[in-house]
């Protein structure tokens, strides 16, 4: 059975950086794009970033505004999300899921059929 296991969550300061990995078991998705997502308190889920299978293109969402970084290591089954210059309202969880694309990329969590379970990340201020 595949699954998606995010890591690197946690507690930071604002202004401060983390690294979250996403590896996928069961079954290489180096042939599909990746995508991140978060999930506020009370609020829909919203995308973050995506890479293609080749890595080019990105996408990234307004608000991540050259803070965060996606990368992936298809040898590993691994996708990244390098994220500085924390913000409070930073702060959800974040989801890694698998697209049903290859080379396009996709901000529509319909695009997506295979989802992490996330792992929480709280910015302090």
């Known amino acids: 059975q595949v699954q998606l296991v995010e890591s690197g969550g946690g507690l930071v300061q604002a202004g401060g950086s983390l690294r979250l990995s996403c590896e996928a078991s069961?079954?290489?998705?180096?042939?599909?794009?990746m995508g991140w997502f978060r999930q506020a308190p009370g609020k829909e889920r919203e995308f973050v970033a995506t890479?293609?299978?080749?890595?080019?293109?990105?996408y990234y969402a307004d608000f991540v505004k050259g803070r965060f970084t996606i990368s992936r290591d298809n040898a590993k089954n691994t996708v990244f999300l390098q994220r500085n210059s924390l913000k409070p309202e930073d702060t959800a969880v974040y989801y890694c899921?698998?697209?049903?694309?290859?080379?396009?990329?996709?901000?529509?969590?319909?695009?997506?059929?295979?989802w992490g379970q996330g792992t929480q990340v709280t910015v302090s201020s």
């Open positions: 890479m293609s299978w080749s890595g080019s293109p990105t």
């Open positions: 899921a698998k697209s049903r694309l290859k080379v396009a990329v996709s901000s529509q969590t319909a695009d997506y059929d295979l």
């Open positions: 069961g079954r290489t998705f180096g042939t599909y794009a």
